[in-house]
């Protein structure tokens, strides 16, 4: 079976991947690309490449991508259209958060926009623009999560939300924009005095998220990201 890569745009989002892949929650024929793509553009570019034709070979390629906002999704996809060699769109979910294409030489790529547009407890916290990280904070926020994590053990749950909480809306008041979950999770890394990168926070926090969640609640704290790639998966896997 030929395999799959799924690309992704930082350090932080690999380390998502690679929590899942450990926790065997992708479907078993991706692998996760190790190229440091730095950006949406380097990200399309790097996918682009790979599902091209070479030497009588192609790619199958997934790209994750963040919404940032909804408005910008069409965008998303025109900009990485422009890069693919005469792409033939591939029956789609209807979701609007996957496409897929077939490609000039038989490579196929899908891009999935990744974030949780329209989570109410997100929302609650200021966040507009949407990411990857939706899923860290969404998790580290369930206490469960939260106390598995040692590291965080001389703050309480209570007291680290409520201050988060707190100081999210002091910065708006104040003109000063907090509307990503990759602030907040600064924020909380700050009260928490986690001092790990980014990476290693989101590592912990699925570890902990394996130890105290069941295979149910894990799954649906990981929804609709864990739905979305196995949907990419199925259109580029030739019929």
């Known amino acids: 079976m030929r395999r799959i890569v799924l690309f992704v745009e930082g350090d932080d989002d690999r380390a998502l991947l690679d929590a899942l892949a450990d926790a065997r929650l992708l479907p078993t024929e991706l692998q996760i690309s190790r190229q440091q793509a730095a950006g949406w553009a380097n990200l399309y570019a790097d996918v682009a490449t790979f599902v091209r034709a070479r030497d009588g070979a192609s790619g199958l390629a997934i790209a994750l991508r ?9 965008s998303h996809v025109d900009q990485f259209l422009r890069l693919l060699d005469g792409p033939k769109p591939i029956p789609e979910p209807g979701n609007g958060r996957v496409r897929a294409w077939e490609v000039a030489g038989g490579g196929r790529a899908a891009l999935v926009l ?16 949407y990411a990857g990280d939706d899923y860290v904070l969404r998790l580290v926020l369930d206490e469960p999560v ?44 700050a009260i928490t005095g986690f001092r790990a990168s980014p990476a290693t926070f989101a590592q912990r926090v699925l570890g902990a998220a394996r130890g105290v969640l069941d295979s149910e609640a894990m799954a649906a704290s990981l929804s609709p990201l864990l739905g979305d790639i196995a949907c990419a998966a199925r259109l580029l896997r030739p019929s």
Do not use: F, M, W
């Open 114 to 129: 990744v974030g949780l547009e329209g989570d109410d407890a997100l929302a609650a916290l200021g966040v507009r623009r």
């Open 146 to 189: 939260y106390g598995g994590i040692p590291e965080q053990a001389a703050v309480p749950h209570a007291l680290a939300k409520a201050k988060l909480e707190t100081l999210a809306r002091e910065l708006c008041d104040n003109g000063i924009g907090v509307d990503t979950s990759k602030r907040l999770l600064h924020l909380l890394r």
């Open 66 to 74: 963040d919404v940032d906002s909804p408005e910008e999704e069409q």
